[in-house]
């Protein structure tokens, strides 16, 4: 194992225990609440009865492409890759809203340029760790 795979390794692992990490905290109920109301209404549909299957199933693609990372079959990391980039593109609209209401979101309410960059920086992270 050369340099380059050692470190591709050590940063799928480390992306791996974030996704997944990050997956599981959707179904801490606190957690999941604030999520929900964070996805724009457009996302949530009418009285947001879409908002709990949207915060569910993006945790349940965090959990299954983060441990997918680990997979030792390279079509199936990248794909894992993938999905998470896409993740990260799906749910920016949502850390947009929060971004907008501080005041009710809290530490989740990240201004829009560095949330932007940080998932522009993580979703780059994920691509080097499975080519």
Do not use: C, K, Y
Request: glycine share 8%; aromatic share 8%.
């Amino acid at each position: 194992m050369d340099a380059f795979a050692l470190a591709q390794l050590v940063l799928r692992i480390i992306l791996a225990l974030v996704f997944v990490g990050m997956g599981i905290t959707h179904f801490v109920p606190r957690v999941r609440r604030a999520m929900q109301a964070m996805i724009p209404a457009a996302f949530a549909g009418p009285e947001r009865r879409w908002a709990p299957a949207l915060v569910a199933i993006s945790g349940v693609v965090e959990i299954v492409a983060g441990a997918a990372l680990l997979a030792p079959w390279w079509g199936v990391r990248f794909a894992a890759g993938i999905a998470l980039i896409a993740l990260l593109i799906a749910v920016f609209p949502a850390n947009v809203q929060a971004a907008r209401e501080p005041e009710r979101f809290g530490a989740a309410a990240v201004p829009i340029a560095p949330r932007a960059v940080g998932q522009v920086v993580l979703g780059a992270l994920v691509l080097v760790s499975v080519i």
